[in-house]
């Protein structure tokens, strides 16, 4: 039996949110599984476009077992993003309070920390990022605690600051984290709600 042989086919597997996505179909977060989805991560993270991800030079176990420990967290999750039950991406949220970027900016209980890598589309869709980012803003403020979400993407990974910039994120400062200098970029809830419509 490969690995690939323990996957389960996403369309059965539980989601802890779902919603239709105009122009795209059901957005679902399923709760990584670390072992069986290991072989789908790993060709992910080592692709040249994931360089950012900073997992380039890991094996396949190596990146199972980084997520293995993020699922021992209660403060960390990470979640397979499928759109109509194909996988679109890996999305990981956190509480800046209960992680190291907290020594780096002055973090409040009211924010919620996201990690997103996109899955290299084989038929490009415009406005596909912007629409699932929606989606998973909506799935982080549906905590009614939470108001403001924050990234920190590379510094130098200009592609993916602009386009939460131009999603409507505000660049704050850039901070230097154990493993690389970063830009940090926030949106509260009421910036977000007001760019809706």
């Known amino acids: 039996m490969t690995h690939a042989d323990t996957a389960v086919p996403l369309s059965v597997r539980d989601a802890v949110y ?30 040249d476009r994931a360089r950012f991800w900073g997992m ?4 396949r176990d190596e990146v199972r077992d980084i997520y293995l420990f993020v699922d021992s967290l209660e403060t960390h999750h990470a979640y397979l993003i499928s759109v109509d ?3 679109a991406g890996l999305f990981q949220t956190y509480e800046p309070l209960q992680d190291p970027v907290a ?13 997103l890598l996109l899955a290299p589309a084989a038929h490009p869709v415009p406005n596909f990022t912007a629409t699932v980012l929606a989606g998973l803003i909506r799935f982080l403020l549906s905590d009614p605690a939470k108001d403001r979400v924050v990234a ?3 510094a130098r990974n200009s592609k993916a600051i ?22 940090l970029v926030f949106l509260t809830r009421e910036r977000f709600e007001s760019r809706k419509g």
Not at 103 to 115: I, Q, S
């Open 162 to 183: 602009g386009r939460f910039v131009s999603f409507g994120f505000e660049a704050g400062a850039q901070v230097q984290l154990a493993e690389k200098k970063a830009q």
């Open 18 to 47: 779902t919603e239709e996505l105009p122009g795209l179909g059901q957005l679902r977060l399923i709760p990584l599984a670390p072992e069986s989805d290991a072989d789908l991560l790993h060709g992910w993270v080592t692709e």
């Open 85 to 87: 039950d194909e996988p």
């Open 152 to 154: 920190e993407p590379d």
């Open 56 to 59: 380039q030079s890991m094996g």
């Open 103 to 115: 020594d780096a900016y002055p973090a409040r209980p009211g924010d919620t920390g996201l990690h």
